[in-house]
């Protein structure tokens, strides 16, 4: 993720924290987001440099204002002001982590090989939630049928490998070095 997403993130979370309103404006970003989505040609006449930053302000506004925080209206703003409004996306993305990380929220992708039953599924996030002290885990499931075996867990950019597949390609790696 490029520094300046990270920084306008942490910038936005630093500033929500303070004033108590961090799941509002995650709500608000996701609204904002899902908006972008599905409105094409809202995104493309934001994204256009032919476009006057005063005409997209007033967009911004006419359409946003009412529905969403002033916290959020403003970022909105101050990434119009900035050229920075192709960086939204990878905000949003970051801000919902760094919100989740201030909420004691863990949150991990396991894949497995097939899918993965409901108590074994129990089993993996009070594991992982125990093991990171987080008051909950969000948990992403998915199948790679290429693992043969097992399961992987990416926890941010950590990855826990368990897998056939992994196991395999440890043992190739030590006969060819070893």
């Known amino acids: 993720m490029p520094l ?7 910038a936005l979370i630093d500033i929500s924290a303070g004033s108590g309103t961090v799941e509002a404006v995650r709500k608000d970003l996701d609204g904002i987001a899902e908006a972008m989505d599905k409105q094409q040609d809202l995104r493309l006449f934001l994204l256009n440099p032919a476009t006057g930053i005063d005409a997209k302000k007033d967009a911004v506004r006419s359409i946003f204002a009412g529905k969403i925080g002033s916290t959020a209206l403003n ?9 920075r409004f192709k960086c939204l996306p990878g905000i949003v993305k970051e801000y919902a ?7 004691n929220i863990l949150n991990i992708a396991v894949i497995s090989a097939v899918p993965v039953d409901e108590e074994a599924a129990g089993l993996i996030v009070r594991e992982y939630g125990r093991m990171y002290d987080a008051s909950s885990v969000k948990a992403d ?22 897998t056939v597949k992994g196991r395999l390609e440890s043992l190739k790696e030590a006969l060819l070095n070893g």
């Open 75 to 83: 970022f909105l703003l101050l990434l119009l002001d900035k050229g």
């Open 97 to 103: 982590r760094l919100a989740d990380r201030k909420n």
């Open 4 to 10: 300046v997403e990270k920084r306008y993130a942490q």
């Open 141 to 162: 499931f998915q199948v790679d049928k290429s693992l043969i075996g097992g399961i992987m867990v990416k926890i941010g950019d950590k990855i826990f490998d368990g």
